[in-house]
Nanobody, 124 residues
Framework: EVQLQASGGGLVQAGGSLRLSCAAS????????VGWFRQVPGKEREGISC????????YYADSVKDRFTMSSDVAKNTVYLQMNSLKMEDTAVYYC?????????????????WGQGTQVTVSS
């Protein structure tokens, strides 16, 4: 079965850090770009970052630039989102997704496979 498993969410104080993981089974990230999205109830899903299949390119939304960093571990077939200097407005359900072709993808429509969400809550 092809699936993505997101994990690592939790409760953290403002200014703290969390690392989210997106582990793939049934596929390898060699052929996919991987992105992270987040969603707050009542709002549209926001694409916040993406890493190309070769890990040579990354994209970050302005809202997370210089605070969040994506990386990948080929051996573990896992992509990470390191989140530093967290703010209350980062509170959301975070989703990872994979897009065939491997190029940077910014729109949710470009993604073919989605993981379940992981809740991130940043408190004051």
């Amino acid at each position: 079965e092809v699936q993505l498993q997101a994990s690592g969410g939790g409760l953290v104080q403002a200014g703290g850090s969390l690392r989210l993981s997106c582990a793939a089974s049934g596929l390898t990230f060699d052929d996919y770009a991987v992105g992270w999205f987040r969603q707050v109830p009542g709002k549209e899903r926001e694409g916040i970052s993406c890493i190309s299949s070769s890990s040579s390119s990354t994209y970050y939304a302005d809202s997370v630039k210089d605070r969040f960093t994506m990386s990948s571990d080929v051996a573990k077939n896992t992509v990470y989102l390191q989140m530093n200097s967290l703010k209350m407005e980062d509170t959301a359900v975070y989703y990872c997704a994979a897009a065939r072709g491997g190029n940077i993808a910014r729109s949710a429509d470009e993604y073919d496979l989605w993981g379940q969400g992981t809740q991130v809550t940043v408190s004051s």
